[in-house]
């Protein structure tokens, strides 16, 4: 399954009439990151995005049932980007997760995209589980499952991953988006070295 099919499935029941349109799908997708980025959530409307995506406004709404679920769907697509393939120990996974969401969000638009929807979750209950459930809780299991894999190769015991798991993900992501969304730097290699090290250290790994 593709990552935005697999975005989809929150939206359900589709039908059963011609398969969906995998181009159609993300023009949509990256056509909500573009308004957000340009013009804030205030002017996000599906009208808009579907004028920008090239689509009929029934085409965004057979797959989204409201402006939030776009949106929130755009950010989730960001995620799933940032997955990559396990590395040969703790220190290469870790520096492969970094890398990836810094080549993610180095992007404009992913970059706005992200602060307008959280920054709007702040104010909408709704929009703010959406954020947990689709974005959030996604994000952690990744670092879940790096932990899994440090677990499977005898660096790390069960107890320590399950006692680290909350603060490891708020390291990382933390220390990632004020660096990128925040601050706006570049992610180097002296910046991946140094945060990779410091999550060894809270892992009680040895360095390289």
């Known amino acids: ?30 056509a909500t990151r573009a308004v957000l980025a340009e013009d804030g959530w205030a002017a996000l409307t599906v009208e808009g ?3 920008r995506a090239g689509v009929a406004k029934t085409t965004v709404y057979r797959r989204f049932a409201s402006r939030a679920d776009l949106a929130v769907a755009a950010v989730a697509q960001l995620v799933a980007a940032a997955r990559t393939a396990p590395g040969n120990g703790a220190a290469e996974d870790i520096g492969n997760a ?5 080549d993610v969000y180095s992007r404009p638009a992913a970059r706005a995209a992200y602060l307008a929807v959280v920054a709007e979750a702040g104010r909408d209950p709704a929009l703010r589980a959406a954020v947990e459930g689709r974005v959030i809780t996604p994000a952690r299991q990744m670092v879940a499952d790096g932990l899994d894999r440090a677990v499977a190769r005898g660096e790390i015991t069960r107890e320590l991953a399950d006692a680290r798991l909350d603060l490891l993900y708020d390291v990382l992501a933390g220390a990632l988006l004020h ?10 290699d002296d910046f991946i070295e140094t945060l990779t090290s410091a999550v060894l250290v809270a892992l009680r790994i040895p360095p390289g």
């Not at 975005?7 to 969906?20: K, Q, V």
């Not at 970094?98 to 810094?102: E, P, Q, S, V």
């Open 1 to 30: 399954m593709s990552s935005i099919a697999g975005l989809a499935d929150s939206t359900a029941a589709r039908g059963r009439g011609r398969p969906r349109s995998v181009a159609a799908d993300e023009a949509i997708l990256a």
């Open 49 to 51: 995005v579907a004028a």
């Open 98 to 102: 970094i890398r990836a969401c810094a």
């Open 179 to 188: 660096r990128l969304l925040v601050r706006e730097a570049d992610i180097d």
